[in-house]
């Protein structure tokens, strides 16, 4: 029998609501205390894990912490600088809430619900088989950086050789080596908000500045190219485009993308980071340009792709990065130096996706259907909901909805929608459904609701978030 939510959260007041996203959310300090079910004991009552943490009033610790005499256990201040990944934390409190029988709806990961085809799974299990189970080139075998060469120049119009491929474990560590390789410290990294939680964390990971450019609903959530040209100076090095885009979903028309190179080929220093890893799902009549394909941004484009979304291979990890010589080889110094090759099942994996057929075959068009049926129900859904803002997402399988104008709500026994994060943890104590505040994403008045979830899931989640918010009246008109 589940137990209710309410039983295994701590309460809440009026002025501070409190809920399993409590300490999940509030940065940098937790609160004094949580507790959440860690598994189920003989009697049926769950046992729990209680954990203590300092509160706001608490001063922070010295910089060297020590234990006993002579121990010093102090944190490099590069890595406490950094914010943990919001998205990636909401995802196991919802994890270890399902775990102990709450019926909590998970909207919260980035990774498809359909298996991986069986044709790569296939391909996976008969590398172990046959013995393809050793290190291979940092760099990755040149069977894959060969395919992924014709994939780039039928699929994208780039040419590449295999000496401009760098094989590695998911496109997200092909982004943390490209910035550290091509940024120094005091380096600017232009990233357009709402962005992919993780480019501000790498560009401080680099001693360098991530520079937000904020963008807006009403412009499909598009950066404009006069407000980029406003924010070049000579300490930027590096503009980050993902398109399709975690977590709006939109994406870049070609015409717009050839304004942005007419502003970026003014500025010799400036590199791009272009962030093709939904590349594949999109929606007509949205169509993708690579951003290396532009004229005269080969040279200074690092692009990265993989297999995790398309093909849905998350656990798989593997990725790559296509760009200049010069640039392969310093992100493959940094890979020899910490992971070394990628997994060589999972290359061996990769190559049979590569060889399904064109932007992977009719296994990947009939998981982009089904995520389009699903982002046609939800904004219908939300269209439906006075006082929400949708932009309609042209590819990727997210929906960033702007519920701003409820903010300064308040609902008894919860206390004040104040913010994305408040109305996180109002939807998930009340409506049993997990999503991602978009502060987390760099715009706050936003949540992002992943539909990488079946069509009747969504159903059962849009009908209980409807349910609760209609316990809200927009406090800012619209």
Not at 53 to 58: D, V, Y
Not at 139 to 152: D, N, P, S
Not at 201 to 220: C, G, H, K, Q
Request: with cysteine.
């Amino acid at each position: 029998m589940a137990t209710p939510l309410s039983l295994l959260l701590p309460s809440s007041s009026s002025s501070k609501p409190s809920s399993p996203l409590h300490s999940t959310l509030s940065n940098p300090l937790p609160p004094k205390s949580i507790s959440f079910p860690r598994s189920w004991g003989t009697s049926g009552n769950p046992r729990k894990i209680v954990l203590r943490a300092r509160s706001e009033s608490t001063p922070p610790d010295p910089p060297m912490a020590a234990v006993g005499a002579d121990l010093d256990v102090s944190i490099s201040p590069r890595v406490s600088s950094l914010k943990p990944s919001k998205t990636m934390a909401i995802t196991d409190q919802a994890t270890a809430l399902v775990q102990a029988g709450v019926p909590v709806i998970r909207l919260a990961a980035g990774e498809p619900d359909f298996d991986t085809p069986a044709a790569i799974a296939e391909a996976g299990i008969n590398a172990i088989r046959q013995g393809h189970t050793r290190y291979t080139p940092n760099a990755g075998t040149l069977e894959l950086r060969k395919a992924i060469c014709h994939k780039l120049f039928e699929e994208n119009g780039l040419s590449h050789t295999p000496d401009q491929i760098l094989v590695s474990n998911g496109a997200k560590q092909c982004i943390m080596q490209a910035v550290l390789a091509v940024c120094s410290p005091g380096d600017e990294v232009l990233i357009p908000a709402p962005y992919w939680v993780s480019y501000p964390e790498m560009a401080r990971l680099a001693d360098a500045t991530p520079v937000i450019l904020p963008t807006d609903i009403s412009d499909n959530f598009l950066l404009k190219p006069e407000f980029l040209a406003s924010k070049i100076n000579e300490r930027s090095r590096l503009l980050i485009i993902c398109s399709p885009s975690n977590p709006t979903g939109s994406v870049y028309p070609k015409e717009l993308l050839e304004e942005i190179a007419d502003i970026v080929r003014e500025h010799p220093r400036l590199l791009v980071l272009s962030d093709e890893i939904y590349e594949h799902i999109i929606y007509p009549p949205a169509k993708h340009t690579s951003f290396a394909s532009l004229p005269g941004m080969w040279e200074r484009t690092l692009t990265v792709n993989g297999f995790s979304k398309a093909f849905a291979m998350t656990g798989w990890r593997l990725g790559y990065l296509a760009c200049p010589k010069h640039f392969v080889a310093a992100c493959g110094k940094i890979q020899s130096q910490s992971t070394s090759g990628a997994s060589s099942i999972s290359q061996n994996a990769g190559l049979a996706a590569l060889n399904l057929g064109y932007a992977g075959g009719e296994a990947v068009s009939t998981m982009v259907k089904a995520f389009q049926e699903r982002r046609d129900f939800l904004v219908k859904s939300f269209k439906e909901i006075p006082g929400v803002k949708i932009s309609e997402p042209q590819g990727a399988f997210y929906l960033f909805v702007d519920f701003s104008s409820f903010y300064g709500s308040e609902v008894e026994g919860f206390g004040i929608i104040k913010d994305s994060e408040s109305l996180c943890r109002f939807l998930l104590d009340k409506a049993q459904v997990a999503l991602v505040p978009g502060d987390a994403f760099g715009d706050d008045k936003c949540i992002r609701i992943s539909y990488a979830a079946s069509l009747s899931t969504l159903q059962a989640a849009t009908e209980k978030i409807k349910e609760v918010i209609n316990l809200l009246k927009p406090a800012v008109a619209v």
